[in-house]
């Protein structure tokens, strides 16, 4: 079995900032790709951020400049630095990975449960 496990979210005044992290444990060979997604109320999940395991980075263009991901291969964790935040950016923010659990099996599809990520005015 694989588990994410999202920490970090919370309650924060516009312009402040959050650490989210996302640990991923279980039966994991390799991981390619981490990398957050968020759902605000009536709206489609949308990619935040993401990560490869060499470090490339990708990033939703309503969040560059202020908000980096980062990532601890050792630990198999994934991190969004969340910097001047605003309204819009409150949502529930979801952990992913793409990852082998074996050298042979295939590329899973892994997510977290979500973390709530409120910016009030």
């Known amino acids: 079995q694989v588990q994410l496990v999202e920490s970090g979210g919370g309650l924060v005044q516009a312009g402040g900032s959050l650490r989210l992290s996302c640990a991923a444990s279980?039966?994991?060979?390799?991981?390619?790709?981490m990398g957050w997604y968020r759902q605000a109320p009536g709206k489609q999940r949308e990619l935040v951020a993401a990560i490869t395991s060499g470090s490339g980075t990708n990033y939703a263009d309503s969040v560059k400049g202020r908000f980096t991901i980062s990532r601890d291969n050792a630990k198999n964790t994934v991190y969004l630095q969340m910097n001047s935040l605003k309204l819009e950016d409150t949502a529930v923010y979801y952990c992913n990975a793409l990852l082998r659990k074996t050298m042979t099996s295939p590329v899973g599809d892994y997510w977290g449960q979500g973390t709530q990520v409120t910016v009030s005015s």
């Open positions: 279980g039966s994991i060979f390799s991981i390619n790709v």
